[in-house]
Structure formats: structure tokens, C-alpha cells
């Protein structure tokens, strides 16, 4: 391979905005396997973001990594228990007004430093990221409005440079998280 193909081997194209992107999130459909849909920007990604989670309610868990940033809706099968239940009690103690501005908020930003890390030790394969079981130990979760929830998410994309290897939009449910 000589030199200019090594640069024409990676396009780096937005299959929405076809603007070059110094790299893109890989966009699935389906809650599980799916196959690829598209390979967006992150301000396609975030823009599509922000419209999709309109009518829904949704926690956001702080990205721990590239690798994925799924949405898992409640009341699908291997969903259940401890994760639902207090994924639900969050979301019931939204604040009465977004942090950044004054519209209602559905979704809240809990940054993984508001994660419960004795109960994360404990957990067993399968067992998801250990929510805290009172709202008074979250301290840093904000409650967020459609708009702003996405620009959480831009910010932190942005700031870490990251780009998912695997992103799902939310399909299914009114209510659900990001983890
Ligand atoms: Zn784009
Ligand atoms: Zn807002």
C-alpha cells in the first residue's frame, strides 16, 4: 500500500451530512446484535439524539468507555430487578426545572462518580452499573430537558475526544437508560 492509499483507505464521511469527521460513532439498530445503520458525525449523532428522546424519559449514566453507548428500555425480558428499580426512583426524583435552563426535564446525567463502587465490586457478570439506592447519594446527577441532555452528552464526546464503536438510538419504551 503506498502512502496516498493509506489516507484513501479511511473516509471519514458522515453518511448523514457527508461532511469529513475526524471519526465516527457506528450507529445499530435493534436493542441486541442489529446490524449497522449508519456512520454519523458527532453532530448528527447528537441532533438525531436530542429528537429521539423527545416523549421518552431516560437516565443517562456517564460513558465509561468507547466501546458502546446503548439504550436499554424497561419492561423488555432480562431487563428487570434491581437496575429497573432504581433506574425508576431516579427518574421519579427529577428536579422541577433542567439545570441549564428552565424548561421540565425527563432524563437525568449521573456522572460515574455518583455510582454506588462498593455494591459495583460486588456485582456478578450480567448485573448492570450499581445506581445508588437513595437519591440523596447521587450528588452530581443533574436533571435535564430533551435539548440539553443531548448537549450533556456532546460536551462529554467532545471533552473525551470519543467516538462509539457501537451507539443505539432508544427504540421501545417510554422510559429506559444509557449505559
Ligand atoms: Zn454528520
Ligand atoms: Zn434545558
Redesign the pocket.
Given at each position: 500500500m503506498n502512502f496516498l492509499d493509506m489516507f484513501r483507505s479511511k473516509p471519514r464521511q458522515?453518511?448523514?451530512?457527508?461532511?469529513i469527521?475526524p471519526g465516527?460513532h457506528c450507529v445499530y439498530s435493534g436493542l441486541r446484535r442489529g446490524s449497522i445503520t449508519d456512520q454519523?458525525?458527532?453532530?448528527?449523532?447528537i441532533s438525531r439524539l436530542g429528537a429521539e428522546i423527545r416523549g421518552k424519559g431516560i437516565l443517562f449514566i456517564e460513558p465509561l468507555t468507547t466501546d458502546g453507548y446503548c439504550y436499554f428500555p424497561f419492561g423488555e425480558v432480562g431487563n428487570q430487578g434491581l437496575s429497573q428499580d432504581r433506574v425508576r426512583l431516579a427518574l421519579s426524583s427529577l428536579a422541577p426545572t433542567c439545570a441549564d435552563c428552565s424548561s421540565e426535564p425527563h432524563h437525568l446525567w449521573m456522572p460515574l462518580r455518583d455510582l454506588d463502587e462498593s455494591a459495583m465490586q460486588k456485582q456478578t457478570r450480567g448485573d448492570y452499573y450499581s445506581i445508588p439506592s437513595e437519591p440523596a447519594c447521587w450528588r452530581d446527577t443533574v436533571s435535564l430537558c430533551d435539548g440539553h441532555a443531548a448537549a450533556r452528552l456532546r460536551d462529554y464526546i467532545e471533552r473525551k475526544r470519543y467516538f462509539f464503536l457501537t451507539f443505539r438510538f432508544p427504540e421501545g419504551g417510554d422510559s429506559g437508560y444509557y449505559s
Open positions: 458522515c453518511t448523514s451530512c457527508r461532511d469527521s465516527l454519523l458525525c458527532t453532530n448528527c449523532l
